[in-house]
């Protein structure tokens, strides 16, 4: 089981990128350069007329319990960290073929000017040192959370029976 998850409520995310935005300066990344961003919110329209909706969803690497890009690896480039259980790439071992970008569902990993695939690693420094990810520090809705799976889907379920309970 994955020690982190990340959690979206997308009632709450009004699109305001605050947390692709903390991620490019988290890892440095520049606007307009290659990778492009780590983390990104996507809108989404939902139904239609009366009943049309407009949405906002982030989304980055999403560290896979079971993850295609380890597997589609061909030299180990991409691997779970023992720790934080982030799936991470090791730059000196990558040699950029596109293997885990073809094989991630979501088309995560992104190739770098160093000719080396890119991606979320978690914010591992931020977690060793007891910190939030700075996507998640930066939401000011709090729809992006990070934990531990089951504590998040405790704390879903406890929400839901309390609004069923209110009739809500
Ligand atoms: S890169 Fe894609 S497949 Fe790999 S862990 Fe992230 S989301 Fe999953
Ligand atoms: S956890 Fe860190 S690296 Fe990953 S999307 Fe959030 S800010 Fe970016
Ligand atoms: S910072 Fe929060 S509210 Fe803003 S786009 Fe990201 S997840 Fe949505």
């Not at 983390?39 to 079971?66: P, Q, W």
């Not at 939030?132 to 929400?159: H, W, Y």
Request: aromatic share 4%; hydrophobic share 40%.
């Amino acid at each position: 089981m994955s020690k982190h998850a990340f959690y979206l409520d997308v009632d709450r995310c009004s699109g305001c990128m605050a947390c692709a935005v903390a991620c490019m300066d988290q890892n440095d990344l520049e606007i307009g350069a290659e990778p492009t961003a780590w983390r990104n919110v996507f809108k989404v329209e939902t139904g239609s007329g009366a009943d049309a909706r407009l949405r906002y969803v982030s989304i980055a690497c999403m560290h896979c319990e079971d993850a295609p890009c380890i597997i589609a690896c061909p030299t180990g480039a991409i691997a779970r960290e023992p720790g934080t259980k982030a799936v991470k790439v090791d730059q000196e071992l990558c040699i950029g073929c596109h293997s885990c970008s073809i094989a991630c569902p979501f088309g995560v990993p992104r190739f770098g000017v160093e000719g080396t695939m890119q991606k979320c690693d978690l914010c591992t420094v931020r977690l060793e040192n007891g910190l939030e990810p700075a996507c998640v520090r930066a939401c000011p809705t709090k729809a992006l959370k990070q934990g531990d799976p089951n504590a998040i889907s405790q704390d879903r379920e406890t929400k839901a029976a309390a609004r069923l309970a209110a009739g809500a």
